[in-house]
């Protein structure tokens, strides 16, 4: 990868080491910084470039042998740089001193203060994101992912606090004015993002694997949710140390729960932070919850390989983190959880996923050129982590399970301490695939599915002498020109089949009558069949006789037809009262969630009757089987859909439904009788639409109360469910009082952009209060572009120039949701081509 394509510090200074001291004030917030940077510098120069963020440096010199000189600074805000000039110049080894003072500010990103509460009072923490580039909001530094260094950091706290950082404490000794000075110890070789502070009060749980040291730490108060993850985190570590070959090198690690974060969490290396609804539950939490827990702490581990120990050169090569993360984290949950039906959910809900972003002809490549940290933050969506983790789950298929394993074991060892490329990633898999005498194309079939656009649809014509198949590129709006190297498994009345279709149209031989394509949908594309192969397929569904996950490709492929205005309604509700109804999981949640869509998208019209009686019939017949009870023996996935069910055919008016609802919710007002846990959301939902703004005081209070972070977000959904709109506006209103958390803030307006009865108040309330939504998210929390994906769900031209034309001012906009507006526009404009259609 050639660095003069990005916009860089370029190569002629490199850190080697930084020793830092943080000396943090809880009560003006503002942390001062001694730092001493030790560089290499390989030609002569007179100033050295670093980056810097809203940060005051209050004096720097240059230290180069005997010679000491004092170093003027030029401050470059647009581009978050700081130059240090001096008179002499240096080369060889050179130590950077700096005195500096950040700001800990309340935006969740550098090193930020989060509040909690303790005794009926506020308290503080301090904790750091530093992911994509804000280590630089923090300490001035070299904040690029290829200038790997090691750190040895210092706090200076009140003795009354305690810190944490990546490595174990070296040790303690006091210092002036009742303070204490913790220090570290070194650091590996690692990037600036994955460094890691904190400063405050907390409790723990702790445990070991073998010489490793885990906790799972929390503010004061919630260590009893933590012994969960930590059982968790501990089975996950033990299992990617057996498959990677690689023992995490470090001495601890812990897990960390942070009342405010932008992220879901984050790998820092040794102290990985998480939104506390992401790592903290027990025995009570609900079946999903327990599994969001699972996988996210699944996924954060293994960027402790992928991401940490070999970290992608430039954020080109993002997914060479994210979507190894997103892929190996179903597989430790798989073996701990065998009943969770774990590669079938990565399958059903990240390829769905990825589908419906990479459907768009707006969306990017997994690896995309990047000049500048705010292009970065714009990345981590659905391409970089389900569309890359799908295409590495077809890799997998393509090459092997043995083989795919021993060539990330290559990959990871050649690597180890340094950083990669996209290519290194497909030598080590081709490298491993010669060693077993595999003849395999790993370089020319990754290259073009990594760095393409979009995804291929197969189109399947019966020929004389068997079947004919065309790819085009997939595309909501239309099909287009497209060729990819695609590794293939089908089915055909002869049996099982591969082959690798490289061009456009190939013939199959097969003197069958049909034939199913994407074999256990390890292939990351979209197929189209003539209605007499559709049928033969249905029937196999029906019968039993292809694989659940078969079932739900045909299912997906069709609704997808639909969903772009190919093929009409009528003939997806027919398809399925027909042959996909009490098939399993995933194909009946697949059901329930398309029918929801067009239940939603078509309110208003001739068809919404039609889909409010497919609901009732449907989605009735799947809630008399399941019963509003769990039963011995249930599989989760059952569990899970019992309270979509109940909450889609409330709306939809089921009016036994309604009652049996309204019972329960009144037995928990009027008895503190609980609610069963996996359906509890849905009942607090239903009481919202019937029972009306009456219970918002109640809601809101039963979030500000609540003991389960999962538990907060229910009573946030109720509160965006009401039917009346007196009670939204109040709502809408809330989202941004000091009562509910900044990281919270986008739930109630996402929610109630869905949301039948009240969906057209989000584009005033947003208009109103976009200065204010662009102040208080700064680009590293990646959170601003959630307030535009809300009005994907427009479907009239009307609204939607009312939101193109007020996004596409000047001041409106922002470079790292330019990518998400566009994205939207085109969404919307598929809906109106739906609804044109139908």
């Given amino acids: 990868m050639d660095a003069s394509k990005h916009d860089t510090l370029g190569d002629n200074v490199l850190p080697e080491n930084y020793s830092l001291i943080f000396e943090p004030d809880l009560k003006s917030f503002k942390t001062m910084v001694k730092e001493r940077i030790t560089c290499r510098v390989k030609q002569p120069t007179k100033s050295i470039k670093i980056n810097s963020k809203e940060i005051l440096i209050s004096w720097a010199e240059i230290r180069s042998g005997k010679s000491i000189q004092t170093a003027k600074v030029s401050l470059s805000p647009d581009d978050e740089t700081a130059t240090f000039n001096f008179k002499d110049p240096v080369k060889g080894k050179i130590e950077l001193w700096i005195d500096a003072v950040c700001t800990n500010n309340e935006g969740m990103y550098g090193f930020y203060r989060s509040r909690y509460s303790a005794n009926g009072k506020d308290r503080y923490i301090l904790?750091?994101?530093?992911e994509a580039a804000n280590a630089r909001a923090a300490f001035p530094c070299f904040d690029e992912p290829s200038f790997k260094a090691t750190f040895e950091v210092s706090m200076l706290i009140d003795k009354s606090l305690d810190a944490v950082s990546n490595m174990p404490v070296a040790g303690e000794s006091k210092a002036d004015n009742g303070k204490k000075l913790v220090r570290f110890k070194k650091t590996l070789r690692?990037?600036?993002?994955?460094?890691?502070?904190?400063?405050?009060?907390?409790?723990f749980v702790k445990g070991n694997l073998g010489k490793l040291s885990l906790r799972v730490i929390t503010v004061p108060g919630k260590s009893g949710l933590a012994k969960l993850p930590l059982e968790n985190a501990k089975s996950s570590i033990k299992w990617y140390q057996d498959?990677?070959?690689?023992?995490?090198p470090l001495q601890k690690m812990d897990l960390l729960a942070i009342p405010d974060f932008a992220a879901g969490a984050m790998e820092n290396w040794g102290a990985i932070t998480f939104r506390e609804v992401a790592l903290l539950g027990?025995?009570?939490?609900g079946i999903s919850t327990k599994q969001f827990i699972a996988e996210v702490i699944a996924h954060e581990l293994t960027h402790q390989w992928f991401g940490d120990l070999v970290t992608m050169k430039w954020w080109d090569d993002l997914w060479l983190n994210e979507s190894f993360a997103d892929f190996m984290a179903t597989k430790p949950v798989a073996q701990k959880f065998p009943r969770w039906e774990t590669e079938l959910q990565y399958?059903?809900?990240?390829?769905?996923?990825a589908f419906s972003a990479d459907s768009l002809k707006s969306t990017h490549p997994i690896s995309v050129h990047v000049n500048r940290p705010a292009e970065i933050d714009s990345l981590f969506d659905s391409i970089s982590y389900e569309k890359g983790g799908s295409v590495l789950y077809m890799l997998e298929d393509y090459v092997g399970k043995d083989i795919f394993r021993k060539g990330l074991n290559i990959y990871l060892k050649k690597h180890a301490y340094s950083n990669a490329e996209r290519e290194?990633?497909?030598k080590a898999i081709q490298a491993a695939a010669d060693m077993a005498g595999k003849r395999l194309e790993v370089s020319s079939v990754m290259q073009a599915w990594v760095t393409k656009v979009g995804h291929p649809i197969v189109e399947v014509k019966k020929s004389k002498n068997g079947f004919v198949l065309t790819q085009k590129r997939f595309t909501l709006l239309a099909d287009m020109e497209g060729i990819w190297p695609i590794p293939m498994h089908y089915?055909?009345?002869?049996?099982?089949?591969?082959?690798?279709?490289?061009r456009k149209t190939i013939e199959i031989e097969d003197k069958g009558s049909w034939i199913k394509l994407n074999l256990g949908q390890h292939g990351f594309y979209r197929a189209r069949y003539p209605k007499e192969i559709m049928d033969s397929l249905g029937q196999m569904i029906k019968s039993g006789k292809l694989e659940k996950i078969d079932a739900w490709g045909v299912e997906s492929d069709l609704f997808s037809a639909v969903r772009s205005g190919r093929e009409p309604i009528d003939s997806y509700i027919s398809f399925v009262e027909e042959y996909c109804l009490d098939i399993g999981y995933p194909v009946d949640g697949n059901v329930v969630g398309h029918l929801g869509w067009l239940f939603s998208m078509t309110y208003g019209t001739k068809n919404f009757q039609k889909?409010?009686?497919?609901?009732?019939r449907i989605n009735g017949r799947y809630l008399g089987k399941l019963g509003w009870a769990i039963k011995k023996g249930e599989r989760e996935s059952d569990t899970m859909l019992r309270g979509s069910l109940i909450s889609s055919l409330g709306i939809a008016g089921d009016k036994r439904v309604l009652a049996r609802a309204s019972r329960l919710f009144d037995d928990y007002i009027n008895k503190n009788k609980e609610i069963e846990v996996n359906i509890r959301s849905s009942i607090y939902s239903l009481a919202a639409w019937t029972k009306g703004g009456k219970l918002f005081g109640r809601f809101a209070q039963g979030y500000k109360s609540a003991k389960m972070p999962d538990e907060q977000r229910r009573f946030l959904r109720a509160l965006a469910m009401f039917s009346e709109i007196p009670a939204l506006k109040k709502s809408l209103a809330y989202a941004y009082t000091k009562n509910l958390r900044l990281q919270d803030s986008f739930i109630i307006p996402a929610i109630l952009s869905s949301n039948l009865a009240g969906r057209g108040l989000v584009l005033p309330w947003t208009k109103k209060n976009w200065k204010k939504l662009m102040k208080l998210y700064d680009p590293g929390t990646h959170m601003l572009g959630r307030f535009i994906e809300n009005f994907g769900g427009v479907s009239d031209r009307k609204t939607k120039a009312q939101v193109k034309a007020f996004f596409s001012k000047k001041e409106n906009m922002r470079e790292d949701i330019e990518k998400v507006f566009n994205q939207t526009l085109e969404r919307i404009d598929v809906n109106i081509r739906f609804m044109e259609k139908n």
Avoid: R
């Fill in 282 to 285: 027990n025995d009570k939490t």
């Fill in 611 to 616: 889909l409010k009686a497919a609901i009732l």
């Fill in 190 to 203: 690692m990037s600036t993002y994955l460094l890691y502070l904190f400063v405050g009060n907390y409790d």
């Fill in 127 to 130: 904790t750091s994101q530093f």
């Fill in 347 to 353: 399958v059903a809900e990240g390829a769905g996923t």
């Fill in 243 to 248: 498959y990677f070959g690689i023992n995490l």
């Fill in 491 to 502: 089915l055909t009345e002869s049996g099982e089949h591969t082959v690798l279709m490289k």
């Fill in 424 to 426: 290194d990633l497909w």
